[in-house]
């Protein structure tokens, strides 16, 4: 069936250092959305890419959307100890109507 | 505005006993899911309802009901909980299904003894 995977499941960085999480669908989407979940909360969306080789920007984070629109990837630049959650990928079910979500990958930020 | 709204917070059951999850919504969406959210799993998709009097099974549906009487309810039954339920419930809505941004509740812990 449809998958959602994603890579790291786990990073721990030191603040100022790089992170990149990938998320890679086993079909071509017609988006990908990512969100942000704080530990003990819920996941808040960050952005929609729908556009083949598409890159956003918002502030420290750069999201990409690949050209064959079925692998994307969030990179932060400089982290920051708010940065600190577990960071999902998702993308449309078959159906249209829900998403299908990576596993995550949690970002551990130390000072 | 609310957005979504989701209760209880936590709580405690024991096995065989029976409940309801609540989620309300008060943006108009017509597209509302269910999630569960386990350790290493990600968020799992249990029911999903594209209007009222519509639902449809998602990828982990068994030992879950749904219904949809209204737009902006979509509660979520555990006719006879087990331990493989204990888990983080997660509602979600969104104008456009999948094509827009989903908006969750604060999600209910719920524990299975």
């Known amino acids: 069936g449809q998958q959602v995977m994603q890579i790291p499941q786990y990073q721990h960085v030191q603040e100022g250092e790089d992170f990149t999480t990938y998320c890679n669908s086993s079909t071509t989407l017609s988006n990908i959305q990512w969100y942000k979940q704080r530990p003990g909360g819920h996941p808040v969306f960050l952005i929609q890419?729908?556009?083949?080789?598409e890159v956003k920007k918002q502030k420290r984070l750069t999201f990409q959307f690949g050209e064959a629109k079925k692998n994307s990837s969030l990179h932060i630049t400089a982290t920051q100890t708010t940065d600190v959650g577990t960071y999902f990928c998702a993308g449309p079910r078959n159906s249209g109507y829900a998403l299908n979500f990576g596993k995550g990958t949690s970002l551990l930020v130390t000072p | 505005n609310a957005g979504v709204t989701q209760t209880p917070k936590f709580q405690v059951l024991k096995t065989g006993q029976s409940m309801t999850l609540q989620c309300a919504q008060d943006m108009n969406h017509e597209y509302m899911s269910w999630y569960r959210q386990d350790p290493g799993m990600g968020l799992r998709l249990i029911h999903y309802s594209v209007g009222a009097g519509i639902t449809d099974q998602g990828e982990v549906p068994n030992g879950y009901n749904v219904s949809r009487s209204t737009t902006e309810d979509f509660p979520l039954r555990l006719l006879s909980a087990a331990p493989s339920q204990t888990s983080v419930y997660f509602c979600?809505?969104?104008?456009?299904?999948?094509?827009?941004?989903?908006?969750f509740g604060q999600g209910t812990r719920l524990t299975v003894v």
């Open positions: 979600a809505s969104s104008y456009d299904g999948s094509n827009t941004e989903a908006f």
């Open positions: 890419l729908v556009k083949s080789g």
